[in-house]
T-cell receptor
Framework: EPEVTQTPSHQVTQMGQEVILRCVPI?????FYWYRQILGQKVEFLVS????????KSEIFDDQFSVERPDGSNFTLKIRSTKLEDSAMYFC???????????FGQGTRLTVV | GESVGLHLPTLSVQEGDNSIINCAYS??????FIWYKQESGKGPQFIID?????DKRQGQRVTVLLNKTVKHLSLQIAATQPGDSAVYFC???????????????FGKGTLLTVNP
């Protein structure tokens, strides 16, 4: 069964450093998303991406965040200068159409120290 | 604004019992709802969905009910098993005014614990 894959599963970084979280969405999907989940809290929308551009972004997705689809398979989230409060689980998701269910990856646990 | 919330943060049931998890939403324009299951350390896993033109949808051991009048959603799990223990989130799929951008707004989650 097709699935969304994310790497790494766990990333530890020092405050102020740049991190890149990687995702391979399901191959025939057209809509891509990043969400995050702070420990014990609900899943929060960060950004949606369609047709090689950002469709929508939340207030969390400030200038420190960027997304890219560098080739036909990868979808990345970059945080330029990490802060302690960026520590969370980051989930990538994809859907074949925006109005269908989104499938989530297993997440990357980002720990900023 | 948009918000999706859950009535009960925790639910503990005996194995074999039926479970009901509730969710309230506030965006009356939402037309698509999804229930996700999240096990510890994993990503949300799709369980069942329902569109606003339906009141009820059944899957294998799960049923979702939608009451648009009171903006309420519920997930019923029949014959709950220990493997059903997880956090359950309702999510509301909304689109912007342009009609092309979609996003999921998640509720806070209910922790379901199934006792053997």
């Amino acid at each position: 069964e097709p699935e969304v894959t994310q790497t790494p599963s766990h990333q530890v970084t020092q405050m102020g450093q740049e991190v890149i979280l990687r995702c391979v969405p399901i191959s025939n999907h057209l809509y891509f998303y990043w969400y995050r989940q702070i420990l014990g809290q609900k899943v929060e929308f960060l950004v949606s991406f369609y047709n090689n551009e950002i469709s929508e972004k939340s207030e969390i997705f400030d200038d420190q965040f960027s997304v890219e689809r560098p080739d036909g398979s990868n979808f990345t989230l970059k945080i330029r200068s990490t802060k302690l409060e960026d520590s969370a689980m980051y989930f990538c998701a994809s859907s074949d159409q925006g109005w269908t269910e989104a499938f989530f990856g297993q997440g990357t646990r980002l720990t900023v120290v | 604004g948009e918000s999706v919330g859950l009535h009960l943060p925790t639910l503990s049931v005996q194995e074999g019992d039926n479970s009901i998890i509730n969710c309230a939403y506030s965006n009356s324009a939402s037309d698509y709802f999804i229930w996700y299951k999240q096990e510890s350390g994993k990503g949300p896993q799709f369980i069942i969905d329902i569109r606003s033109n339906m009141d009820k949808r059944q899957g294998q051991r799960v049923t979702v009910l939608l009451n648009k009048t009171v903006k309420h959603l519920s997930l019923q799990i029949a014959a709950t098993q220990p493997g059903d223990s997880a956090v359950y989130f309702c999510a509301e799929n909304s689109q912007n005014s342009g009609g092309s951008n979609y996003k999921l707004t998640f509720g806070k989650g209910t922790l379901l614990t199934v006792n053997p």
